[in-house]
């Protein structure tokens, strides 16, 4: 069965640090792209980074750039998202989906986690 699962979600003050896991079951992680996205209450999903597969070029959303960091395991079937200096306006759920094609649009992303909650606040 294939399967994404994330972790690493939680609550943390504003300008601290969470990672993300994102790791896959029945299938290579590194044959695929992988996507972040994250989707806060009442707002439209938004592609927040995302990693090719093999040489691994990534891409960011200009909210997150320079912030955020995003990188592969291979040999924990892993995809990472190194998430630093939050702002509260990075709550959210936030999902990790394979796919492709590396994108920042969720459409074209075949198989997607159950998603985890990050919630920045004092």
């Known amino acids: 069965q294939l399967q994404l699962v994330e972790s690493g979600g939680g609550l943390v003050p504003p300008g601290g640090s969470l990672r993300l896991s994102c790791a896959a079951s029945g299938f290579t992680l590194d044959d695929y792209a992988v996507g972040w996205f994250r989707q806060a209450p009442g707002k439209e999903r938004e592609g927040v980074s995302y990693?090719?597969?093999?040489?691994?070029?990534?891409n960011y959303a200009d909210s997150v750039k320079g912030r955020f960091t995003v990188s592969r395991d291979n040999a924990k079937n892993t995809v990472y998202l190194q998430m630093n200096s939050l702002k509260p306006e990075d709550t959210a759920v936030y999902y990790c989906?394979?796919?492709?094609?590396?994108?920042?649009?969720?459409?074209?992303?075949?198989?997607w986690g159950q998603g985890t909650q990050v919630t920045v606040s004092s």
């Open positions: 990693i090719n597969n093999g040489a691994g070029s990534s």
């Open positions: 989906a394979a796919g492709f094609i590396a994108t920042m649009f969720g459409d074209f992303y075949d198989y």
